[in-house]
T-cell receptor, first 114, second 117 residues
Framework: AQTVTQSQPEMSVQEAETVTLSCTYDTSESDYYLFWYKQPPSRQMILVIRQEAYKQQNATENRFSVNFQKAAKSFSLKISDSQLGDAAMYFCAFCSKGAQKLVFGQGTRLTINP | NAGVTQTPKFQVLKTGQSMTLQCAQDMNHEYMSWYRQDPGMGLRLIHYSVGAGITDQGEVPNGYNVSRSTTEDFPLRLLSAAPSQTSVYFC????????????????FGSGTRLTVV
């Protein structure tokens, strides 16, 4: 069974600085997808970024980028120029191709200090 | 286009009571699922459905029942609530299970906070 581990329950960063959230996963599959979701205090789940395992190029979405290390089964999220609105719970998630479910990590609560 | 609608948003139950959490989507999504979110545990899959009339168990199905009689609705039933079922419950849908990995991925409801006393 696939597992996703986020080893940082909480992180904090100064506004305008850069922060990296860690995620590791375990799978025997070779074709899969990885995601980072953001959950602000409103509880809404928002897709931040997505990575396809067969693509070597790291995904980027504006200030958000990932460092995808397939051999190490690592998928970290880097947030540049942190803003107060980035404060939220962040979840890493995994889905193998053709699977009927997403598997989520435990979450990392990110605090932005003004 | 309402997306995924969950009702109620908050609920307090007494131990042993039963209730149904409602989930409806208006996007003609084949795939629907229920997760529970607990501190330090992330989101864990309870039940899911790949289409009307088809349901399957997820990671933590005990104490919960589901049915999928229509494409639009996927209710979650607690037959005899226990304090261990205190959690935030999310319903999520997707065009199809094979679209879970796509950019469209999941559409989540806004969640139901359930407290069992």
């Amino acid at each position: 069974a696939q597992t996703v581990t986020q080893s940082q329950p909480e992180m904090s960063v100064q506004e305008a600085e850069t922060v990296t959230l860690s995620c590791t996963y375990d799978t025997s599959e070779s074709d899969y997808y990885l995601f980072w979701y953001k959950q602000p205090p409103s509880r809404q789940m928002i897709l931040v970024i997505r990575q396809e395992a067969y693509k070597q190029q790291n995904a980027t979405e504006n200030r958000f980028s990932v460092n995808f290390q397939k051999a190490a089964k690592s998928f970290s999220l880097k947030i540049s120029d942190s803003q107060l609105g980035d404060a939220a719970m962040y979840f890493c998630a995994f889905c193998s191709k053709g699977a009927q479910k997403l598997v989520f990590g435990q979450g990392t609560r990110l605090t932005i200090n003004p | 286009n309402a997306g995924v609608t969950q009702t109620p948003k908050f609920q307090v139950l007494k131990t042993g009571q039963s209730m149904t959490l409602q989930c409806a989507q208006d996007m003609n999504h084949e795939y629907m699922s229920w997760y529970r979110q607990d501190p330090g545990m992330g989101l864990r899959l309870i039940h899911y459905s790949v289409g009307a009339g088809i349901t399957d168990q997820g990671e933590v199905p005990n104490g919960y029942n589901v049915s999928r009689s229509t494409t639009e609705d996927f209710p979650l039933r607690l037959l005899s609530a226990a304090p261990s079922q205190t959690s935030v419950y999310f319903c999520a849908s997707s065009y199809s299970y094979w679209a879970l990995g796509s950019n469209y991925g999941y559409t989540f409801g806004s969640g139901t906070r359930l407290t069992v006393v």
